[in-house]
């Protein structure tokens, strides 16, 4: 998907690994945008349109984790494109903000970086899946993984972990890596922010970088 010249929304998408309050400074940004008198699409991966949420629940819950992270990468592929079809892409025409919990940088970092898929391949279903759209601002909010996951769990309260979640703690440590990768690769767009501060500082943090880049 290709964004005309003229497209007034803006596109900011959230990242990092589990417990780093994604999902918290997501929907505290939307807010405030909502406050700022712009019209704002709050979204999430996977899922975000109704095709993609079915293929949230085959991928949180580990039915696909048989066939391998080629597998898993695909569907997530699938699960995105239907969600800028029928949600992210229209929201830009209109000119709205879009702010989404994770986005292709998940899968990069997941099943890419630390599950082995070629980085050729994942480009390779960008380009397939996206049309060159990207985020014009990705928070990748950093945090310790053994700090993240102890977050996800008191989160969860003696609920099960979800697919990624359970996984160990290594492997937590490289999606970390991961992202402060793909953060120093793309400076122009990822902004790291130190997840480990209070919730509110992480806030101030994020609405300040998005009043310097994109002056809503």
Same mark, same amino acid.
């Given at each position: 998907?290709?964004?005309?010249?003229?497209?007034?929304?803006?596109?900011?998408?959230?990242?990092?690994? @589990?417990?780093? %309050?994604?999902?918290? *400074?997501?929907?505290?940004?939307?807010?405030?945008?909502?406050?700022?008198?712009?019209?704002?699409?709050?979204?999430?991966? !996977?899922?975000?349109?109704?095709?993609?949420?079915?293929?949230?629940?085959?991928?949180?819950?580990?039915?696909?984790?048989?066939?391998?992270?080629?597998?898993?990468? /695909?569907?997530?592929?699938?699960?995105?494109?239907?969600?800028?079809?029928?949600?992210?892409?229209?929201?830009?025409?209109? %000119?709205?903000?879009?702010?989404? &919990?994770?986005?292709?940088?998940?899968?990069?970092?997941? *099943?890419?970086?630390?599950?082995?898929?070629?980085? !050729?391949?994942?480009?390779?279903?960008?380009?397939?899946?996206?049309?060159?759209?990207?985020?014009?601002?990705?928070?990748?909010?950093?945090?310790?993984?053994?700090?993240?996951?102890?977050?996800?769990?008191?989160?969860?309260?003696?609920?099960?972990?979800?697919?990624?979640?359970?996984?160990?703690?290594?492997?937590?440590?490289?999606?970390?890596?991961?992202?402060?990768?793909?953060?120093?690769?793309?400076?122009?767009?990822?902004?790291?922010? &130190?997840?480990?501060?209070? @919730?509110?500082?992480?806030?101030? &943090?994020?609405?300040?970088? /998005?009043? @310097?880049?994109?002056?809503?």
């Amino acid at each position: 998907m290709q964004r005309a010249a003229a497209d007034l929304g803006r596109f900011i998408t959230f990242e990092g690994g @589990e417990g780093a %309050g994604k999902s918290t *400074q997501a929907g505290i940004l939307a807010n405030r945008l909502t406050r700022a008198g712009r019209k704002v699409l709050a979204t999430r991966e !996977p899922g975000g349109s109704p095709a993609a949420e079915e293929i949230r629940e085959a991928l949180l819950f580990g039915r696909v984790r048989q066939l391998g992270p080629l597998a898993e990468a /695909v569907l997530f592929s699938v699960a995105r494109a239907d969600h800028v079809e029928h949600s992210i892409g229209g929201a830009l025409q209109q %000119g709205m903000w879009v702010v989404c &919990d994770r986005f292709l940088d998940s899968t990069r970092a997941y *099943q890419g970086a630390t599950a082995g898929v070629p980085k !050729p391949l994942i480009n390779a279903l960008e380009r397939l899946t996206l049309g060159g759209l990207l985020p014009d601002i990705t928070f990748i909010l950093d945090i310790p993984a053994e700090e993240g996951l102890a977050r996800a769990a008191a989160r969860a309260e003696g609920g099960a972990p979800d697919r990624f979640e359970g996984q160990e703690l290594i492997l937590h440590e490289r999606v970390r890596r991961a992202f402060l990768d793909i953060a120093e690769e793309e400076p122009e767009r990822c902004i790291v922010i &130190d997840a480990s501060q209070p @919730e509110a500082m992480v806030a101030e &943090d994020v609405w300040e970088a /998005v009043l @310097e880049r994109l002056h809503p």
